[in-house]
Structure formats: structure tokens, C-alpha cells
């Protein structure tokens, strides 16, 4: 079978290397948010004197600012030269987002499959491109949305699954307080979403 090659004839490895993927916030300004997690602290009514909280607004500020930071990387491509055009499926890639509702952490897994065109992604790329649109706020639809669409963007395959299941904190350690609950989304692309025994081996793979 002839795979077929990226679409746009975009050449996906520049002459320059692979682009070298950040996420979308600025660099933190720590000393800032140590002063404003103090304020929010001391407004909830928390001495900050005690043993052991002194330092906290300092530590809760580098907390979230690595929420919220993905390591960069290189999203390092290979020529398909072999024509390998079965299912490339990463299972149970773990994961920790944050909810932009309450910014409270959700942790679960991802699985990302492609079907591959013309060139192949480094393994690790996978789950490289899950925590870059996991450390952001977020919420789960789209960060599932994200990936598959990154994925179509920069490796047009012939195909993109992803399914995430994840337990929220904001409704299982307060709110509605319903622990074990636990949340799974997917998104399907091209013939992963089209050819029904894709799709079927595809979701068989991601919740098998
Ligand atoms: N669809 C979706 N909802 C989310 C996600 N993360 C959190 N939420 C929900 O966002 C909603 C925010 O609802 P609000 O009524 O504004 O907030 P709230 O008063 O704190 O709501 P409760 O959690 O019900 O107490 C809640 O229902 C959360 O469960 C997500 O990833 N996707
Ligand atoms: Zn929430």
C-alpha cells in the first residue's frame, strides 16, 4: 500500500532542525506571585507565622508556575521509509492538568494513536505533546482536542485518536465531593474518525 505523503508538501523537518515547542504563558514573575499567594493566604485567614507556613506562599507560587510551565522539546520527526501505515498507539501516557474553572489539578492518562502518512513521530513526542497542552488551564474536552489537532498539524498523518480519562479534584475533594469518579473525552481524526474498523480498533486499544 502507497502511503501517502504530508499534505502541502510542507517540508515538516526545516533545514534549521525541528521546531523547538514552548508552552503559551511568559516566564513567571515569582517574587510577584509569592506576594499575592501571601495576600490570598492571609485573606482566607491563615497566620502565616506558624511552623511551616512560612514559607509557603513562596513554595505555592513555584507550585503552580511549574503547573503551568511544559518542558520544551524538539518535535523530532523521521521519514517513513518504510511505509509502516498500521496504528501507532502510546497507552496510558499519565498526565496532570489543572481545571481553569477552580485551578485545581486533574491527573489521568492519556492514549494518543496515529495512523501514519509520510513520516513518523519520535516516540517520546507523544507524550511530550500531552503535557504541552496539559500544563495550562484547562478543560478536558479541549485539551483532548488540542492534541489530536497538534498532531494532524505537524505530522499530518492519515489519522489521529486520542482518548484522556482523569479524575477532577475540583468535584471529587470539594464541590460535589463524588470521589472515584472519573471523567474520559476522546477525539478522532481522519480515518481513525471515518473508517469504522479503524475507529473500533482504535477505541478497542484505548479502553481494552
Ligand atoms: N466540561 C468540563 N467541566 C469541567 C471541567 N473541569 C471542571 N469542570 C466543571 O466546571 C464547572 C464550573 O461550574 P460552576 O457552577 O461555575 O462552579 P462551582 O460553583 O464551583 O460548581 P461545583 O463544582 O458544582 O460546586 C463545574 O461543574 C466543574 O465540575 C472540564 O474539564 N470539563
Ligand atoms: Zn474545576
Not at 517574587?31 to 482566607?44: H, I, N, Q
Not at 503547573?67 to 517513513?80: D, L
Not at 498500521?86 to 489543572?98: G, N
Not at 495550562?136 to 498523518?157: D, F, G, K, N, S
Amino acid at each position: 500500500m502507497t502511503v501517502p505523503q504530508p499534505a502541502g508538501r510542507r517540508s515538516l523537518r526545516p533545514a534549521t532542525g525541528p521546531e523547538v515547542v514552548t508552552g503559551p504563558l511568559p516566564e513567571p514573575d515569582l517574587p510577584a506571585a509569592t506576594a499575592a499567594a501571601r495576600a490570598f493566604l492571609e485573606a482566607l485567614g491563615m497566620d502565616l507565622s506558624a511552623p511551616g507556613l512560612d514559607r509557603t506562599p513562596d513554595r505555592m507560587a513555584r507550585a503552580y508556575a511549574e503547573m503551568f510551565r511544559p518542558r520544551p522539546f524538539e518535535m523530532t520527526t523521521f521519514a517513513n521509509d518504510e511505509g509502516y501505515d498500521e496504528m501507532v498507539v502510546a497507552r496510558d501516557i499519565p498526565f496532570t492538568s489543572v481545571c481553569e474553572h477552580h485551578l485545581l489539578p486533574f491527573t489521568g492518562t492519556a492514549t494518543v494513536a496515529y495512523l501514519p502518512g509520510g513520516r513518523i513521530l519520535g516516540l517520546s513526542k507523544l507524550a511530550r505533546v500531552v503535557e504541552l497542552f496539559a500544563k495550562r488551564p484547562q478543560v478536558q474536552e479541549r485539551m483532548t482536542q488540542q492534541i489530536a489537532r497538534y498532531l494532524q498539524e505537524h505530522l499530518a498523518p492519515r489519522g489521529v485518536g486520542v482518548v484522556l480519562s482523569a479524575e477532577h479534584t475540583c468535584m471529587t475533594v470539594r464541590g460535589v465531593q463524588a470521589r472515584g469518579s472519573s471523567t474520559t473525552t476522546s477525539a478522532l481524526l481522519g480515518r481513525v474518525r471515518e473508517d469504522a474498523r479503524t475507529r473500533q480498533e482504535f477505541l478497542a486499544l484505548a479502553t481494552g
